[in-house]
């Protein structure tokens, strides 16, 4: 009897240390805001659309955006954060090279507002970021998945850290050395990689592969077309180059075809094929026949990466405005 009774107040107090434990980080799950805000994810929707029906090269800015959420500090939304009198000592992350090339933020703070109408102080700008991925993917003829929600905000952004983001011009150890600290694997990797699908990019993102002969990760025709596009110096601000040539607003799998066919725009995109793993993935999703694979793969990895945690200080909440934190 006594031994059964301490037997249980060992399994009693694990399951309260678990429970300590598991309520220091947020725990996410699909429809978090289904009784506090049912019309949350139909709001974010409508206005997507809405935005994505006039301006459809946003859908690659509105995904790229949960990205450079996810990766630094984890989602909380640190992204959206603009520089204020009190914090105007660190630069903050939006400030940072590598955000030089977001776009989107003026259409997450006006989700923002919507959903302040809707439900005020219910719905956290991280969790607004995962849901404008999907439905941005799913607007553009990718798939949908059921995003997981319940994140919170932090108050933190600091562009130092933007340092976890790994450069276009990456390496293949380097890009899964930076998935793996964030618990992805090669699979994330070229899956999210796909994402390269939608979007364009600046010149300068890329300019590393112009203008070097015998460039042997570069097929020579593509390589003279970016040349050509890219030859002005400097650049003109709004040159861009589509991502994936030809389906640069279609979602599907021309990113792999590319890829396969040497012309990753990005270092970081043609050393897909230096890993015997992620090389296999980019060979087969060329052939174009596996698109639902592709689809669900896709849906899996960005629940991954929307589970990357934050890095929490005790300060988390749900911002009312997206460019700030709460006074
Ligand atoms: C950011 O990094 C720079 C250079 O390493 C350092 O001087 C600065 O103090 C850092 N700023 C913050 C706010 O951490
Ligand atoms: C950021 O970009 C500026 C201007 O292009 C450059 O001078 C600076 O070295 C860059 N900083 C880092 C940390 O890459
Ligand atoms: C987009 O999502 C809808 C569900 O809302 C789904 O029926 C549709 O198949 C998705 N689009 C694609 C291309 O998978
Ligand atoms: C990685 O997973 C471990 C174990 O679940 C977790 O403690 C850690 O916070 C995760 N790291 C990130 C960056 O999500």
Not at 52 to 65: D, H, I, Q
Not at 152 to 180: C, M, V, W
Request: charged share 20%; glycine share 6%.
């Amino acid at each position: 009897m006594g031994s059964r009774t301490g037997l249980l107040a060992i399994l009693v107090t694990c399951a309260i240390a678990s429970l300590l434990s598991s309520s220091a980080q947020a725990q996410l799950k699909v429809g978090y805001y289904r009784e506090t805000c049912y019309k949350a994810e139909h709001i974010v929707r409508q206005e997507v659309a809405s935005v994505l029906s006039v301006m459809p090269k946003l859908a690659g800015s509105l995904l790229r955006l949960h990205f450079h959420d996810c990766f630094v500090r984890g989602c909380d939304g640190s992204i959206l954060l603009d520089s204020t009198d009190n914090n105007d000592i660190t630069i903050v992350e939006k400030k940072a090279n590598t955000s030089a090339s977001l776009r989107g933020f003026d259409v997450i703070d006006s989700i923002k507002e919507k959903l302040e109408e809707a439900c005020p102080g219910t719905v956290s700008c991280a969790d607004i970021l995962a849901i404008v991925a999907r439905d941005a993917v799913n607007l553009s003829g990718g798939p949908f998945w059921q995003v997981q929600t319940g994140r919170l905000d932090g108050r933190i952004s600091n562009a130092n850290d933007t340092k976890d983001l790994p450069p276009p011009d990456s390496d293949i150890e380097q890009l899964q050395a930076a998935f793996a600290v964030k618990n992805l694997t090669r699979k994330d990797l070229v899956v999210l990689s796909g994402a390269h699908t939608i979007g364009f990019s600046h010149c300068d993102t890329f300019r590393d592969r112009l203008h070097t002969s015998g460039n042997e990760q570069l097929d020579p025709a593509y390589q003279n077309e970016l040349e050509a596009k890219c030859r002005a110096q400097p650049v003109a601000a709004d040159a861009t180059v589509q991502m994936a040539p030809k389906s640069s607003q279609r979602f599907d799998t021309g990113y792999y075809w590319n890829v396969a066919h040497r012309r990753g725009l990005f270092r970081s995109d043609a050393v897909l094929l230096a890993d015997d793993f992620t090389a296999a993935y980019v060979q087969r999703h060329a052939t174009g026949r596996l698109v639902h694979e592709f689809f669900a793969d896709f849906g899996e990895a960005m629940v991954n990466m929307g589970s990357i945690q934050p890095a929490t200080t005790g300060g988390e909440e749900v911002r009312r405005k997206c460019s700030v934190v709460n006074s």
